[in-house]
């Protein structure tokens, strides 16, 4: 009841763990309570005030921190609404610098969680205006770094990581107060690198310093099956993705790094040719706000493995037209995985546009081997000679991609690769065994003693099952899968 004794209690429990756990998520402090972070999670979050005070802040960003830590994102981004338009209070304020810092950074990491990281970025760049002590620079500058890291700015967020890093040795603060952004920050920009070394040492440092810590536990397992695909250790990568994806502790885990996990562990099933596993895999998934995690990117692989280009083109269309509301990092991929496609429907002007567009904006945000994950290597390797060949200035940063391509790229099948014409029926074939020949439709209708509009509906049928757009096209998928 609200006025018994227990009721009492509860609220006086509940302010205490938001001034302890307030105090404590900048360093210098400790840590929060696992405990603590569950049951401000659990609380009903604050009513809007007439005027912001400190006080409210405080609560309002602890409950914003918690639900974070304890992945508790059932309301999304109205929670943020509710109190905020764009990054302004609805209400007016009367905020010190340091709870105005804390509130912004409390909805910054909030955001982050969620993979909304162009509202992750707003609000942890709000926040380090007013940053007024060096544990706020600190925590401003390690959320500024992983927003910049999930969007695929890699090299300014290995400025930012950087920096974070001299600022937390500078002040000796203990091991176990990093930040869990820090170290996603780093993750983040080990994987763009192919950085196994990094990846194994961020994941190590992570398991030592919160040991107890599910959350903790499981980003650096995210981080090592990252470490065994680019190790190309795929059995150590199936097997330690499928265990943190399907264990009874999966919840026990923060959303963007389990969501990452799943795209990873369609990767794998990408290299071990299962690929409509994967689809199916994916399918139970839903992208996040601003594309932070593409599932209609994550798809493209697979669909490319099955040879459905058309399908792959249809699905990434709205996501390709999205490109000022899409996450960088999700889009540079989908680009390339487009281009392929192009490629492959004998559309070489637009496959050289996607995949030129796709480079500029790498060698703009930091260059990342991550778009070339799992794909056809030397269908990747023929778009990059064309680029190369086409911009002569992204040469240096071209040769970069190809050494690092063998280390990401699908493995080479040991099994030979179905013919193409495998789908077709009899007349089908007989058919596409002509389209090579300067004769017109109408001549090998004559040629087979049927009608233009049997060999037209025929040729139609045998576009569609190859996914391409034409009969050029056709024949360079028949001819590839021939040669093989």
């Avoid at 490319?304 to 083109?313: F, I, K, T």
């Amino acid at each position: 009841m609200p006025g018994s004794q227990s009721s009492i209690d509860a609220r006086r429990a509940l302010r205490a763990a938001i001034a302890t756990t307030a105090s404590r998520v900048p360093p210098g402090n400790g840590v929060p309570s696992i405990r603590h972070l569950a049951l401000i999670a659990e609380s009903e979050p604050i009513v809007t005030p007439a005027v912001w005070t400190d006080s409210a802040a405080l609560t309002l960003a602890t409950q914003f921190v918690a639900r974070s830590r304890q992945d508790s994102l059932e309301e999304g981004c109205r929670l943020i609404s509710r109190y905020f338009d764009g990054v302004r209070l609805r209400r007016p304020a009367s905020l010190s610098a340091g709870v105005r810092t804390h509130l912004y950074a409390c909805v910054a990491e909030y955001s982050g969680a969620l993979g909304w990281t162009h509202m992750g970025a707003r609000f942890a760049a709000e926040a380090q205006l007013f940053a007024d002590t060096p544990s706020l620079l600190y925590r401003t500058t390690t959320l500024i770094a992983l927003a910049q890291a999930m969007n695929g700015e890699f090299a300014a967020a290995d400025t930012e990581i950087r920096r974070a890093q001299e600022l937390f040795d500078a002040h000796g603060w203990p091991a176990v107060e990093k930040n869990y952004g820090h170290f996603a920050a780093e993750i983040a920009v080990a994987s763009s690198r192919a950085d196994v070394t990094g990846l194994r040492a961020t994941s190590s440092q992570m398991t030592a310093t919160h040991p107890d810590d599910p959350y903790w536990i499981f980003t650096a397992g995210m981080a090592d099956v990252t470490a065994h695909l680019y190790s190309r250790e795929f059995a150590e990568a199936f097997a330690l993705s499928s265990q943190l994806l399907f264990s009874s502790r999966r919840l026990s885990s923060h959303s963007f790094p389990r969501q990452n996990l799943v795209c990873l562990h369609s990767d794998i099933l990408v290299a071990r040719g299962e690929f409509t596993q994967a689809l199916s895999l994916l399918a139970q998934h839903e992208s996040s706000p601003g594309h932070g995690i593409c599932f209609a990117s994550q798809r493209a692989a697979s669909l490319l493995g099955l040879g459905r280009q058309r399908e792959l083109l249809a699905e990434t269309e709205a996501c390709a037209a999205d490109e000022a509301e899409h996450n960088l990092r999700t889009l540079v991929p989908l680009l390339v995985r487009r281009a392929v496609a192009f490629q492959r429907q004998g559309e070489a002007r637009r496959a050289m546009q996607s995949f030129e567009s796709a480079l500029l904006l790498l060698v703009r945000a930091g260059i990342s081997v991550m778009p070339f994950v799992m794909l056809p290597r030397d269908e990747v390797r023929a778009l990059l000679d064309a680029v190369a060949d086409a911009r002569p200035a992204l040469r240096g940063d071209i040769a970069e991609l190809r050494v690092a391509l063998p280390q990401v790229a699908a493995p080479l099948s040991t099994e030979p690769a179905p013919r193409a014409d495998a789908g077709l029926t009899a007349a089908e074939r007989e058919l596409a065994a002509m389209l090579p020949t300067p004769m017109t439709l109408p001549d090998i209708a004559l040629a087979r003693g049927v009608s233009v509009n049997t060999v037209k509906s025929q040729a139609r049928s045998i576009y569609t099952k190859l996914g391409v757009g034409g009969r050029r096209a056709a024949v360079e998928v028949l001819s590839r899968s021939l040669v093989r």
